[in-house]
């Protein structure tokens, strides 16, 4: 299994430009989940999706748009960059389990720059 | 509030020392507990969940108190592999299947 993993590793944006960042899990995780790290600070979630079709916002969603045609993809679009979403974005995705959700497993990141 | 709160240290240590970490969280009816730990510029990977009873895994022990709403995790005899940053999640089920980071507590164990 090659579990969560990301693309790119590394971008930088103008300010203005769209692009998507590439998260596929292999695990079939029902529970996808993307993340941004900003320097210094704690994981704050963008989104995130129970299953194929659904998603749903997370605390920091604006910016940002997401979809799930199936199982193992789930990416994130930028559509209009901004220096403020200049961050590390992490993938996650974990198995739903009664009363709850186990585990989340991280891809690598995706650090992105925008100038 | 937030949700999760964690002395960011740093601790600097000295190998073989014993070491504790803290975390508050605000919603009382949270029903599961994890460390994590990230090494710098590296995804968060699992360290271990934290049950009701306390558990031990190797060096590490986790803690939790639902009385005043904290967990812990203690090292001992550290390493210097046990430098990294140490991240407490929450998930509170009553949020739906969000999880709660905070912003972790960074290690440095010394020779």
């Known amino acids: 299994n090659a579990g969560v993993t990301q693309t790119p590793k590394f971008r930088i944006l103008k300010i203005g430009q769209s692009m998507t960042l590439q998260c596929t899990q292999d695990m079939n995780h029902n529970y996808m989940y993307w993340y941004r790290q900003d320097p210094g600070m704690g994981l704050k979630l963008i989104y995130y999706s129970v299953g194929a079709g659904i998603t749903d916002k997370g605390e920091v969603p604006n910016g940002y748009n997401v979809s799930r045609s199936t199982t193992e993809d789930f990416p994130l679009r930028l559509e209009l960059a901004a220096p403020s979403q200049t961050s590390v974005y992490f993938c996650?995705?974990?198995?739903?389990?009664?009363?709850?959700?186990?585990?989340?497993?991280f891809g690598p990141g995706t650090r992105l720059t925008v100038l | 509030r937030k949700e999760v709160e964690q002395d960011p240290g740093p601790f600097n240590v000295p190998e073989g020392a014993t070491v504790a970490f803290n975390c508050t969280y605000s919603?009382?009816?949270?029903?599961?507990f994890f460390w994590y730990r990230q090494d710098c510029r590296k995804e968060p990977k699992l360290l271990m969940s934290v049950y009701s009873s306390g558990n031990e895994d190797g060096r590490f022990t986790a803690q939790l108190n639902r009385a005043s709403q904290y967990i812990s995790l203690l090292i001992r005899d550290s390493k210097l592999s046990d430098s990294a940053t140490y991240l407490c999640?929450?998930?509170?089920?009553?949020?739906?299947?969000?999880?709660?980071f905070g912003t972790g507590t960074s290690l440095t164990v010394i020779p």
């Open positions: 999640v929450v998930n509170p089920w009553s949020t739906g299947n969000q999880f709660y």
């Open positions: 996650a995705s974990s198995y739903s389990k009664l009363g709850g959700t186990d585990t989340q497993y």
């Open positions: 919603n009382s009816a949270s029903q599961s």
